[in-house]
């Protein structure tokens, strides 16, 4: 081991004293201090100085109003990020009717805006959407799991009385996919039952519904900002798996999901 | 409770003690948390947290930048770590704060205060935030020494003012 020298030990020391060294790097801060009573001293020095950050500072509490401020103003994007109202195109085509290029190009736009409106959205890709959306939004607020358990015998009868179907609850630790809990979910506005599973700190939700004659569907495979989607059918239920794993990660998931099922 | 509700207070700190203005931190909190919500297809998926406060501290640092009346606000050129330019401390016996609580947080939020942003901002994410030298590097997009060498002078040049603002 290289022995340290002053300037290096001072700067080792905030590793140190932040748990942040591995541990033959805490070792050899050890054994200089061990040997330098001006590195201890500084060593000390440092100690109380991060101690007294720590206990001293004021932390900001933010003001209750600015939440509210946020929140108006997602809101309003919100429904904002729908498509362009027909009314605000309309509008933009005699705002730039100028001369005749503009007006051939504004005609065309108009024209397309009105396809686009015109067509439908399909139902399955506003299920889509509205999956990554609750998934994503479910790891940022991490608040992803209403109960934490690895043992689907906790987790099953947590959702009787929430819903009116009985979820299937397999842990699929052994498979490589350990089960950590489940939460109350919301999709096409019907309450949903969602599993969260874990692979290699990837976070897998599944989301199961009952199956209904003007539910939406989803093909097998679907890749979706980025996420990719698993889905299938069973026992009159709907299972959609997301995670932002591969294609073959994620249908390996579903494949132990099946399987504990068919096992049972 | 929505998404972006339990950040709101790091994300406040961070600004708060960044900007040291209440209305510019406002601005940027408010901001930056729009931003997140029309990026939302952007994140990862793993530290919403630290992706929150990089999208804070960007903003953070636009203002900065814009409002700068002198350059001594805002010195970025901190990165290179000079073993031989750690600030001796001066060796007062005893260097330990004589002094009343309240006065004590005072002069503590006067030096942090003073402090070049980056060592400031370096601080309040490990020590109020309890954020990791990896959480730290991701949110102020610097690599982990950069961090241990900006927290190493950051607590040195803090006890060094401490010291001039006590013992005058």
């Known amino acids: ?264 | 409770m929505h998404w972006f509700e339990p950040h709101m207070d790091a994300a406040w700190n961070l600004a708060r003690w960044l900007l040291r203005d209440d209305a510019a931190a406002e601005d940027a909190v408010q901001e930056s948390f729009v931003r997140a919500f029309t990026a939302l297809d952007q994140f990862d998926g793993h530290n919403a947290k630290a992706w929150l406060l990089t999208i804070v501290r960007n903003r953070c640092y636009s203002w900065l930048k814009q409002n700068a009346t002198d350059s001594s606000a805002l010195r970025l050129d901190d990165d290179l770590f000079d073993t031989d330019a750690l600030p001796e401390l001066a060796d007062h016996a005893s260097p330990e704060l004589q002094l009343a609580q309240a006065e004590t947080r005072e002069l503590l939020h006067k030096a942090l205060a003073e402090l070049p942003a980056t060592f400031r901002e370096a601080l309040i994410l490990k020590e109020l935030e309890d954020l990791s030298y990896k959480e730290i590097a991701t949110i102020t997009q610097v690599p982990i020494g950069t961090v241990m060498s900006r927290l190493a002078r950051g607590r040195t040049l803090l006890k060094t003012s401490l010291q001039r603002l006590t013992l005058p």
């Open chain 1, 1 to 264: 081991m290289t022995e340290l020298d002053c300037p290096h030990c001072r700067l080792e020391i905030h590793g140190y004293l932040d748990n942040e060294l591995d541990a033959g790097a805490a070792l050899a801060v050890h054994r200089h201090l061990n040997g330098c009573q001006a590195c201890q001293d500084y060593c000390i020095n440092m100690r109380r100085t991060k101690q007294l950050v720590r206990d001293g500072v004021q932390q900001h509490q933010a003001p209750r109003q600015l939440r509210n401020d946020i929140l108006a103003q997602i809101k309003q994007r919100e429904a904002a990020t729908g498509r362009p109202s027909f009314a605000a195109l309309f509008g933009q085509l005699f705002a730039y009717r100028t001369n005749a290029v503009t007006t051939f190009a504004s005609l065309a736009a108009l024209v397309i805006a009105i396809v686009i409106i015109a067509l439908p959205r399909s139902h399955d890709d506003q299920l889509g959407d509205e999956i990554v959306s609750e998934h994503v939004r479910s790891l940022l607020a991490q608040r992803n799991i209403d109960v934490v358990s690895s043992d689907r015998h906790t987790v099953k009868p947590w959702f009787s009385g929430k819903l009116d179907f009985a979820p299937p609850v397999y842990d699929l630790k052994e498979q490589g996919f350990p089960l950590l809990g489940g939460r109350l979910d919301y999709l096409q506005a019907q309450p949903a039952a969602a599993l969260v599973y874990e692979q290699n700190k990837h976070i897998i939700d599944l989301f199961i519904q009952p199956v209904t004659a003007s539910g939406s569907k989803l093909p097998p495979n679907l890749k979706l900002r980025g996420y990719q989607l698993v889905s299938w059918q069973q026992d009159g239920l709907q299972f959609i798996a997301i995670a932002d794993m591969d294609k073959e990660g994620l249908t390996a998931f579903s494949a132990a999901f099946r399987s504990a099922a068919a096992g049972q």
